[in-house]
């Protein structure tokens, strides 16, 4: 199958792409003898954790228990659910999970914890947790001065073990300025190493010292005492992380592949690709004047998504016709493969391999 | 089935607000001779197109050809594409659709009107469309004053058959004043009755005047000459509809149950919605310090998405623990479905039904 031979749209995978980004940061990571275990949010294909995991990766990153569920399902193992999971229902998934092989999950707190103990304790089995810190983007998690009252506290819950400690630093997105990435690549491996050091100094020792994102991983495993890297966005990298200076525009493995239904003007024109094909995401910190994906090859960014209308507005006349098909290299990987059935992974033109996104909508 | 039995993320529609809006609309609609054909690709759900239909809706409208084609195999007849279709892939689609049953179609241009006649011919089917028409919005379309040379090479291509002429007045999004929206919809009905004006004093008749959009349905419905309506989003509303003052919050029929699972402080929790749950847009003109959806029947809006994280932050301790839910309105209800895989039918606490999205990611 050729790439003529689609409708559109269709989610793309560059394969020569999307090997080199894995092969890439899996060096970079291996380098400093840190362990890679690849967020695999970002794309929900199994069988792309396969490759990561064939290069080297190990185990793997989910958000959601519904992910975990399918990449156990297709053979991944040693899978950390980097989030807290709360919620009888949750809970006896992730029971049920735990009994079929390595597992391990977020925990913030001493009432999430309790809970995680009490339904692991009710389903008989042991569950190992990272203990999640907040070096400073204030989403979730325990500043690293806090962290051994809650290490105190899980301790001494029977069906829970304390594996390590792990941290996000959101903050490095939208920095545009590499130095500063870098700054916060530090600041995050720092951190997370200093609640190792004080869990040391109260008598605990963990395994795992685990930072996480594409922008700060190098520079976060370069910090002594980190043990463990989880970027997810990385295979398929973005117009943010162009942005930000973490690639090129030639890294960008991930597109959506489009045609031009309308051109009421020489200057506009609509594609049918819109928000319900590309997200809505105007990149980690909204700024919709950077408008909502880039066309792969030229300079034409689009100017506005409507659901079904991807569309752009230029100063001149734009050289695409009615019935001309182009690839959108959108803002935020992350959030694509969910709005799509299949990913076509495509060399030289040519479809080599169709996957289900098996992770779409599963929570 | 109960509330409590549902895991979450879920997405729940109010039964009593639904067919409350379904009904509500209808008549409001029919009240000025209008015919109602609403626009399903907010919901995505055969069943309740089928709904909108028993109370007196003429025909559906949908925004995808993949719409069309789960639409009409669940049974819903007489369905209008409210987007020109091009490509050999969605042409020969449409082909088929055509033979089993009333279809219409957008036309905007010459070129896009020559392939469509093209692909009807190769398949032997004779297709009914209608002339899209830009009241002023810049989208997709062509000015009342251009009508007439588009018609005039429409009616002389032997595979389609001219029926009528269509608009959207997106403008009328964002006004946040009723007033203004008035003007709007009244200028929607103006604009689309003066390219049946310029049609007929030219010679050619046609049957079908439509306008469509939820803040406008009323309004436009009103202009003399209108024959038919297209709102989508009613059965739902949202924020971006109470904001505008089309609804107030008792009419938001569509919510997502979540969960709170991290509260790392007595004003900041993360639900365990984000952006892949409810999408990440913020509303029609994107404001994003407007919030990505409010907490049902209090004040809280939440402050920021992450994919899986709805992060609320606010001045002072919120009243909800680890373990609680809550039901989030979102901003804009016609992206939401399309991220979930069922959503559940409630009435009076109980699950009465449970729906999967049938149209989701179908393109």
């Known amino acids: 199958m050729r790439l003529e031979d689609l409708d559109t749209p269709a989610l793309l995978v560059d394969l020569d792409r999307l090997e080199r980004n894995i092969v890439r940061m899996q060096e970079a990571i291996s380098a400093h003898g840190v362990a890679l275990r690849p967020h695999t949010k970002t794309h929900k294909?199994?069988?792309?954790?396969?490759?990561?995991?064939?290069?080297?990766?190990?185990?793997?990153?989910?958000?959601?228990?519904?992910?975990?569920e399918v990449m156990m399902?297709?053979?991944?193992?040693?899978?950390?659910?980097?989030?807290?999971?709360?919620?009888?229902?949750?809970?006896?998934?992730?029971?049920?999970?735990?009994?079929q092989g390595p597992l391990s999950v977020a925990v913030d707190s001493v009432v999430g914890a309790e809970m995680l103990n009490a339904a692991m304790g009710e389903a008989g089995v042991q569950l190992e947790v990272l203990l999640e810190i907040d070096v400073g983007s204030q989403r979730c998690g325990v500043p690293p001065a806090e962290v051994v009252p809650l290490a105190e506290a899980v301790v001494k819950m029977p069906h829970l073990r304390l594996k390590g400690?792990?941290?996000?630093?959101?903050?490095?997105?939208?920095?545009?300025?590499?130095?500063?990435?870098?700054?916060?690549?530090?600041?995050?491996?720092?951190?997370?190493?200093?609640?190792?050091?004080?869990?040391?100094?109260?008598?605990?020792?963990?395994?795992?010292?685990?930072?996480?994102?594409?922008?700060?991983?190098?520079?976060?495993?370069?910090?002594?005492?980190?043990?463990?890297?989880?970027?997810?966005?990385?295979?398929?990298?973005?117009?943010?992380?162009?942005?930000?200076?973490?690639?090129?525009?030639?890294?960008?493995?991930?597109?959506?592949?489009?045609?031009?239904?309308?051109?009421?003007?020489?200057?506009?024109?609509?594609?049918?690709?819109?928000?319900?094909?590309l997200s809505a995401d105007t990149g980690a910190f909204g700024r919709p004047e950077e408008g909502f994906g880039l066309i792969k090859n030229t300079s034409y960014r689009l100017w506005k998504l409507n659901e079904e209308h991807g569309i752009l507005v230029a100063e001149e006349p734009v050289p695409f016709g009615i019935g001309d098909r182009v690839e959108i290299i959108p803002n935020h990987a992350c959030l694509v493969p969910a709005l799509h059935e299949v990913a076509y992974g495509v060399r030289n033109g040519q479809v080599e391999v169709v996957w289900p996104i098996a992770g779409r909508g599963k929570f």
Chains 1, 2 share one sequence.
Request: aromatic share 4%.
């Open 45 to 68: 294909i199994p069988a792309i954790a396969r490759w990561q995991v064939a290069a080297g990766a190990q185990g793997i990153t989910v958000a959601t228990v519904g992910e975990a």
């Open 73 to 99: 399902a297709a053979g991944l193992a040693d899978v950390f659910v980097a989030r807290e999971i709360v919620g009888r229902h949750k809970l006896a998934r992730l029971a049920r999970l735990a009994r």
């Open 165 to 277: 400690v792990f941290t996000h630093e959101g903050r490095a997105y939208g920095q545009g300025d590499p130095a500063a990435i870098e700054r916060y690549a530090r600041h995050e491996g720092e951190g997370v190493v200093e609640a190792r050091d004080r869990l040391a100094a109260a008598g605990i020792e963990i395994e795992v010292v685990s930072v996480g994102s594409t922008p700060t991983a190098v520079g976060a495993a370069a910090v002594p005492g980190v043990t463990e890297s989880r970027p997810g966005n990385y295979v398929f990298m973005d117009l943010k992380q162009v942005d930000n200076g973490v690639c090129t525009l030639d890294d960008c493995a991930l597109t959506v592949l489009a045609t031009v239904f309308s051109k009421p003007a020489p200057n506009r024109l609509s594609l049918d690709a819109g928000s319900k094909a």
